[in-house]
């Protein structure tokens, strides 16, 4: 009788364990992956992924952002972007989205997930890690000039999230690395389009200037300007410099003859 019993609880272990390790375990889908794209493009490739993700209720939704390593003020626009903004536009739950940062490298490459119940979310090659700043090293850049935008004077533009092509310089990030560590000066690299001089490249500096200043509350004497020359297009480099490290050196363009 108590073999009888033994062999009872031994067929049911081996069938429960035949049942449980016969099912195969789902897998994430890859849905999409691209590098640095125009908004236009990359709304399309986010309403096919809402689609498949609406599709399956019990599903998760992953991002995985390998960030540009000489624009982290642009990684940060576009990790809020995916989590935050874009989710809020197409009233999707907000909730049903994780962010996976993997490590920076040359170019931004991002990547889609589709998560089903009882599956591994993906996971990067390498973390992302927020190292110490101890060499001069770039923040952010982007297109800088004066323009009117609905009738205010500008030197940015927005233009991510007015169907563009670029995040404006991240300056709220910017200012507060400043603020946390006094030593670090921030370092504006000015260049002006073709055609253009210091002059020009002077008054789109000190914009910029009074802006952090005043709007971010960074105090004038945390940074400091360097005009860099011509390039195809005007552009503005926001740069961190330890104390005692050297500034960053001008990069600017050949004149195509």
């Known amino acids: 009788m108590q073999l009888q019993k033994i062999f009872l609880v031994l ?17 994430p889908i890859l849905i999409d992956e691209f590098g640095k794209l125009c908004s236009e493009d990359v709304m399309a490739r986010y309403d096919n992924f809402l689609v498949q ?53 040359n170019e931004m490459k991002i990547q889609f997930w589709i998560v089903p119940a009882g599956a591994t979310p993906p996971k990067p090659d390498n973390f992302f890690s927020e190292d110490k700043i101890t060499t001069t090293e770039q923040f952010d850049k982007s297109w800088a000039d004066f323009n009117n935008w609905s009738g205010r004077l500008d030197i940015y533009s927005d233009g991510f999230l007015d169907l563009g092509c670029e995040f404006s310089p991240n300056r709220a990030a910017f200012a507060k690395t400043l603020l946390a560590n006094p030593k670090l000066t921030g370092y504006l690299v000015v260049y002006t389009k073709f055609g253009k001089g210091v002059k020009r490249g002077n008054q789109i500096a000190n914009f910029a200037l009074r802006d952090l200043t005043k709007n971010y509350k960074v105090p004038r004497s ?21 104390k005692g490290d050297k500034p960053p050196m001008p990069a600017p363009d050949k004149k195509k003859k």
């Open 222 to 242: 945390r940074l400091k300007t360097i005009y860099g020359g011509n390039r195809q297009e005007p552009e503005i480099e926001l740069w961190f410099v330890p």
């Open 11 to 27: 067929i049911i272990l081996f069938v429960s364990f035949q049942i449980r390790f016969g099912q195969e375990q789902p897998n």
């Open 53 to 105: 993700l609406h599709n399956d209720p019990s599903a998760q939704g992953y991002f995985v952002l390998y960030g540009d390593d000489s624009t982290e003020g642009k990684n940060l626009n576009f990790a809020r972007y995916l989590t935050e903004f874009y989710p809020t536009v197409r009233n999707f739950d907000g909730s049903r989205f994780s962010l996976v940062r993997g490590e920076n490298q």
